[in-house]
């Protein structure tokens, strides 16, 4: 069992920037691929940006020279440090993570983004 928590949601205006942070409760290495989707209402959940356990990064379109992901192996954490906020980008982002044990797929509970003013 792999447990994701995100944390670093919140409202910020247009422009503005965020960081989240995904917590695992195992060890990064054993993660596959970990990293971020979104939801927006009335939307399907959608790919925001990944990282592989090798430190192969994947992004989106939507959110490359804004979004970076990136990791803190010591601490089993990846981060997304998201600038430019703009209000299209309200969601609730989730961690996902894919655990080569279990060969099972995980999800976190979700944080909320709000983007006005």
């Known amino acids: 069992q792999v447990q994701l928590v995100e944390s670093g949601g919140g409202l910020v205006p247009p422009g503005g920037s965020l960081r989240l942070s995904c917590a695992a409760s195992?060890?990064?290495?054993?993660?596959?691929?970990i990293g971020w989707y979104r939801q927006a209402p009335g939307n399907q959940r959608e790919l925001v940006a990944t990282?592989?356990?090798?430190?192969?990064?994947n992004a989106a379109d939507f959110v490359k020279g804004r979004f970076t992901i990136s990791r803190d192996n010591a601490k089993n954490t990846i981060y997304l440090q998201m600038n430019s906020l703009q209000p299209e980008d309200t969601a609730v982002y989730y961690c996902?993570?894919?655990?080569?044990?279990?060969?099972?797929?995980?999800w976190g509970q979700g944080t909320q983004v709000t983007v006005g003013s």
């Open positions: 996902n993570a894919h655990d080569t044990v279990t060969l099972r797929n995980y």
């Open positions: 195992v060890s990064i290495f054993r993660l596959y691929k």
């Open positions: 990282i592989t356990n090798s430190g192969i990064t």
